[in-house]
């Protein structure tokens, strides 16, 4: 028989469940009102305490004459509670004067509402949809969370994200691995941009994403300002071995202005794609060829890869003329990684920055195209933060959205 797990956190999933095996049994008739009623005494309860820690404050009850009162009842304003049972408004009142009350009950709220608000923004992150995410919410506290509310609460990241592209970076860094992933933003039209990701392996062999930028292109001049940008605040290279990325001309010149002394690893995944997609017979040729292509790689020496490359291209020049010339360029670059035998398989290719790469697109996928690079640049900023608290080693120093900084309240009305 499976345990029930009633702590504070788990209460309001175990409720959905008792709810489903009364509605099994025939008896939730008799219970569809305690919901309701349970909110009614709730809202009570909280209405009750607020107003008793007004009157403690102030030093009066309502209309109260008596030489001990400092103020007097200034209109009130609204505030939502967000509890299992659904939402409940209540009044919270004024004093005059410029006397500011102090509701000890808020502080308590505060730090329960931050983690409701950080589940809102999760679940955005995380790729959940917006029907999804009312699904779920809805579930868990008997109401939903409008699109408007969840979009308004993701702008709270925007301190956190000026925090990670100003803070000072270690130089403690002996890989970069430097890749592009292509979104959508709306502009004056919908057009495709690419968003450079930086993912930096210390010498303690752990990797974290240490800086991306929104840029027009893979460019020289765009991909130079993200490096320039990581190099003066800190990251100058001084343990910099190798900086591995695809074929890009505009990535390759500007780490040759950057950081000139780091050697280049070209992607070898990237050049067996390259080769695939310059095969002229496909059907007849593609899968041999790409079988001998990857066993270039899987040599245990680098002399021994050069061989194999040697006898694969003699065996297809005739066959693949223009395959065989895509591949012949900067093929030796491709084979840098032998020469550091203990850590190649962290430079050999741009596989373990593309593997959160993925993951972002994952999750941007269902945006279909972004308004704007600044809600752009927080989601994906949210989705890398959210990355490295799942999969940085226990600690390893991140910047983390959810605990680095306490998220600002905002009122979130619920639809």
């Known amino acids: 028989m499976r345990s029930l797990d009633f702590s504070e956190g788990n209460l309001g999933v175990q409720w959905q469940y008792v709810k489903r095996n009364l509605m099994e049994l025939g008896i939730m008739d008799s219970f569809e009102g305690f919901e309701s009623e349970a909110r ?43 509890t299992t049972f659904g939402t409940s408004r209540i009044n919270v009142p004024r ?3 410029g006397i500011k009350v102090a509701y000890r009950l808020f502080d308590r709220y505060q730090r329960r509402r931050e983690k409701f608000d950080n589940m ?18 809805q579930s868990f506290i008997g109401d939903a969370v409008s699109h408007t509310t969840a979009s308004n609460l993701l702008k709270n990241l925007e301190a956190d994200l000026k925090e990670f592209r100003s803070r000072p970076i270690e130089d403690r860094y002996k890989y970069l691995i430097i890749d592009g992933l292509w979104v959508n933003v709306k502009e004056e039209r ?43 605040r800190g990251l100058e290279g001084k343990h910099l071995k190798v900086i591995s990325s695809d074929g890009s001309k505009g990535i390759r010149a500007a780490i040759n202005t950057v950081y000139p002394y780091a050697r280049w690893q070209l992607c070898y995944t990237h050049k067996l794609r390259n080769l695939s997609d310059n095969i002229q017979y496909k ?25 194999r490359f040697n006898q694969f291209c003699l065996r297809w020049q005739n066959l693949e003329p ?19 035998t203990d850590d190649k398989n962290f430079i050999s290719t741009t596989n ?15 945006q279909g195209y972004f308004k704007s690079d600044r809600s752009l640049n927080l989601w994906v900023y949210g989705i890398i933060t959210q990355l490295r608290e799942t999969n940085s080693p226990k600690g ?19 639809s």
């Open 95 to 97: 004093a005059r004067g």
């Open 352 to 366: 373990h920055l593309e593997r959160d790469l993925e993951e972002v697109r994952r999750r941007t996928k269902i």
């Open 396 to 414: 390893m120093p991140y910047y983390s959205t959810f605990s680095n900084k306490q998220l600002k309240h905002q009122s979130a009305h619920f």
């Open 283 to 307: 059907k007849k040729h593609r899968p041999e060829m790409m079988r001998q292509a990857r066993k270039i790689y899987q040599a245990g020496s680098k002399p021994e890869a050069i061989r």
């Open 190 to 232: 919908i057009r495709e941009r690419v968003i450079v990701f930086v993912l930096g392996i210390t010498l303690e062999n752990q990797k974290e994403i240490i800086g991306f930028k929104l840029a027009k292109g893979e460019t020289e001049e765009e991909v130079t300002g993200l490096l320039n940008d990581l190099y003066r």
């Open 120 to 137: 809102v923004i999760l679940s955005m992150i995380l790729g959940l949809s917006t029907r999804k995410q009312r699904k779920f919410f």
């Open 40 to 82: 009614g005494v709730i809202q009570d309860f909280i209405q009750r305490g607020i107003d008793e820690q007004f009157t403690l404050q102030i030093g009066a009850e309502r209309y109260e004459r008596t030489p001990l009162r400092v103020s007097t009842r200034k209109g009130g304003y609204e505030r939502f509670f967000t």
């Open 322 to 340: 223009h395959a065989i010339k895509c591949f012949r360029k900067d093929f030796h670059e491709t084979l840098v990684y032998f020469d550091f």
